[in-house]
């Protein structure tokens, strides 16, 4: 088992930045992809970021040069970096791990963290 908890969601103002955390704990070895999505309510989930076991990162095409996703594997951590925040970007963010190829339907979600951004 893998427990995801997600941190640093907030409320910023339009241009602002804000940095998502999300610490793993449990069995955290065999991890192949980790992603962070995000929903506004009555919509479907969208896929923001994602992070592959090498290193390697896509992207939605809205948040491409704003956002970077990065992780720390000795802190078992998974970060978000959200620069030039819109308002569109306001929604529940979360977090997810897939354990083995391909990096779909994943194995573990987080609780979320609000972002708001105030235009």
């Known amino acids: 088992q893998v427990q995801l908890v997600e941190s640093g969601g907030g409320s910023v103002q339009a241009g602002g930045s804000l940095k998502l955390s999300c610490a793993a704990s449990?069995?955290?070895?065999?991890?192949?992809?980790m992603s962070w999505f995000r929903q506004v309510p009555g919509k479907e989930r969208e896929g923001v970021a994602r992070?592959?076991?090498?290193?390697?990162?896509s992207y939605a095409d809205s948040v491409k040069g704003r956002f970077t996703i990065s992780k720390d594997n000795a802190k078992n951590t998974l970060y978000l970096q959200m620069n030039s925040l819109k308002p569109e970007d306001t929604a529940m963010y979360y977090c997810?791990?897939?354990?083995?190829?391909?990096?779909?339907?994943?194995?573990?979600w987080g609780q979320g963290t609000q972002v708001t951004v105030s235009s």
């Open positions: 449990g069995y955290t070895y065999s991890t192949y992809c």
């Open positions: 997810a791990t897939r354990r083995s190829a391909p990096c779909i339907s994943f194995d573990y």
């Open positions: 992070i592959y076991r090498d290193g390697s990162t």
